[in-house]
């Protein structure tokens, strides 16, 4: 059975987890009735589902594993005020259930065309969707990789061990890690500019570049790039906010009206109070709307609704066809109500 035409979330069972770095860990998850194979391309992302205080939360994280396999690997690092991010780490333990949905995302090593050769560039946890990409290449050969990664330092570096490794068994794999404090290790030492992205890869300009970490860091690198004469079409981003980036980043400048407004989802028979200016996804979620809500920062679409009556203002459109657009789709995590809506999920 292959795990990719689902559209409702499937339980899969936590069976081994461990700690990559004093603040990050990774786990696995597999069906427990059969063994069923996973379909993805590497690269992309999944949201899940923890049950905590009674409700499921979800939030999206990118997969490390390779596809086709009969589990699948996740990678979390704990963010500060995190709720989810906080709960894996401190308390999800082998044999909890985990809700699975569908595999998805633009960033993957299938639809970003790629030269035969590549540099993947990441900080942080954005280490966790370039490490996919990068095993699928090794395990099929024929693309020379120069990995560049950012991090604190050896203890805080995710994969640190199997980074080593691959540079050591594959000759098409050129590990180039940058840590602010290099200690005795043989690594290079300092701060990423574009002087080091040269001398860590001195052909990039040949390459496809794959970028990702956080926002600040993804802005100087493609400025960097930029400035150095590279061909921005060859360069991909995973443009992923933590998830301590939520609703509250949809506070507009000024002060809000205090007009009272009605929110109507028919589809559940629920009608609810709510302000001009608050959150949908907020609205929703308080009147007790089954909406799923992944990575709450317009990027994963999960929480995509249909506002058939009423004016909303958005900040992201994200992961939402033309078409979608055209037809009054919007994206609650990113929609501010503007007047009474009618809205269907």
């Known amino acids: 059975m292959i795990a990719e035409d689902f559209d409702t979330p499937v339980a899969l069972v936590c069976t081994e987890k461990w700690h990559e770095t004093p603040d990050t860990v990774s786990f696995v998850l597999a069906c427990p009735e059969n063994a069923r194979h996973f379909h993805f391309k590497p690269g992309q992302f999944a949201s ?58 633009a ?25 996919s990409m990068a095993a699928d290449w090794l395990s099929r050969g024929g693309v020379d990789i120069v990995f560049i990664h950012i991090a604190r ?22 590990l180039k890690l940058l840590l602010k404090q290099a200690g005795d290790s043989a690594h290079m030492q300092g701060r990423l500019d574009q002087d080091y992205l040269l001398k860590l890869c001195p052909d990039i300009l040949e390459r496809t570049v794959y970028l990702c970490g956080p926002e600040r860091f993804m802005q100087d690198v493609t400025a960097y790039l930029d400035q150095i004469g590279f061909q921005m079409s060859d360069c991909y981003q995973e443009r992923f906010s933590a998830e301590s980036i939520g609703t509250d980043s949809l506070q507009a400048d000024g002060e809000e009206s205090n007009t009272a407004v009605t929110v109507e989802v028919p589809g559940f028979g629920v009608s609810a109070d709510a302000q001009a200016g608050d959150s949908l996804l907020d609205v929703l979620e308080s009147a007790g709307v089954p909406v799923i ?18 004016q909303i203002e958005f900040s992201s459109q994200e992961t939402l066809s033309e078409a979608e657009i055209r037809d009054g ?16 999920l």
């Not at 919007?330 to 269907?344: E, F, N, P």
Request: proline content about 3%; aromatic content about 6%.
């Open 48 to 105: 899940l589902g923890f049950e905590i205080d009674g409700k499921v939360e979800y939030r999206a994280y990118s997969i490390s594993s390779l596809p086709e396999q009969t589990m699948m690997k996740f990678t979390v690092k704990r963010v500060e005020g995190g709720k989810v991010s906080n709960h894996v780490i401190d308390h999800l333990s082998s044999g909890d259930r985990v809700q699975l949905l569908k595999p998805q995302g």
């Open 107 to 131: 960033f993957n090593n299938v639809d970003c065309t790629h030269r035969e050769r590549v540099a993947l560039i990441s900080a942080g946890c954005g280490i966790t969707p370039v490490m």
């Open 329 to 344: 789709y919007v994206l609650a995590c990113s929609s501010r109500i503007r007047s009474d809506l009618k809205v269907s």
């Open 293 to 310: 809500a992944a990575c709450r920062s317009g990027i994963c679409g999960s929480c995509k609704c249909r506002v058939e009556q009423g």
């Open 153 to 174: 330092d050896v203890l805080n570096t995710i994969y640190y061990e199997e980074l080593l490794h691959l540079n050591t068994v594959h000759p098409s794999f050129h």
